[in-house]
């Protein structure tokens, strides 16, 4: 499974508009990330978002108290810069929109202050708050089926190894489409395009070598 990498900031006790959240945790991550999203959400699926209240962040601690005997360790780390990774592929509700996060040092950070490794929800990027749903007159499908034809005019049914390779990515295209149900034709076209490529070049290869 694919994750890409970034970098946040922390800050304690973050202020949304006049109000200071005490007992919260954010990672200030970089805006431009939930923007790209946000641009495809709305151009592939017709989905409008609003920027989250403390912007691209990600919660490490949300209202949660830690015990007494842990509070003199907050703010510790304020201001220190830690990495983490997300997963490219948006997932979302009809409220909200998220990348799946994954980062050891918050887990630790929370750990430290005598509280769960997790928060309740996982730790997610939150890209917005879905405030309309637009209608999207073209679909992708049809470019996937046109790929989906193409890829299988490459294949050489009599060769078990691309045989399976064709049943692996029909299953993969029924896979996102199910799991991901507003946002898996963009992944589907990018991914055949990719595995188009790859069984030209494998024909290539065998060619050559026969």
């Not at 939930?34 to 919660?59: C, D, M, N, Q, V």
């Not at 990774?85 to 409220?95: A, D, F, L, Q």
């Amino acid at each position: 499974m694919v994750y890409f990498s970034s970098q946040g900031t922390l800050v304690y006790d973050p202020v949304a508009g006049r109000i200071k959240n005490k007992w919260w945790l954010n990672l200030e991550c970089p805006l431009d990330i939930i923007e790209y999203y946000s641009y495809w959400l709305e151009k592939e699926a017709g989905i409008i978002t609003k920027i989250p209240r403390f912007g691209s962040h990600i919660s490490v601690i949300r209202s949660e108290e830690p015990p007494d005997a842990y509070k003199h360790l907050w703010g510790k780390y304020d201001g220190k810069t830690f990495t983490f990774e997300y997963h490219p592929i948006p997932r979302g509700t009809n409220e909200h929109w998220w990348l799946d996060v994954r980062c050891p040092h918050m887990s630790q950070l929370r750990n430290e202050l005598g509280l769960s490794r997790k928060p309740l929800n996982g730790f997610h990027l939150t890209i917005g708050r879905v405030i309309e749903r637009k209608k999207i007159k073209e679909s992708k499908n049809d470019e996937i089926q046109k790929l989906l034809k193409e890829y299988k005019m490459h294949i050489n049914f009599m060769d078990t190894m691309q045989r399976n390779n064709y049943k692996f990515v029909e299953n993969y295209i029924r896979f996102q489409k199910r799991k991901y149900p507003d946002f898996w034709e963009v992944d589907c076209v990018s991914f055949l395009e990719d595995v188009i490529v790859l069984q030209k070049n494998l024909r290539k290869v065998m060619s050559f070598e026969i």
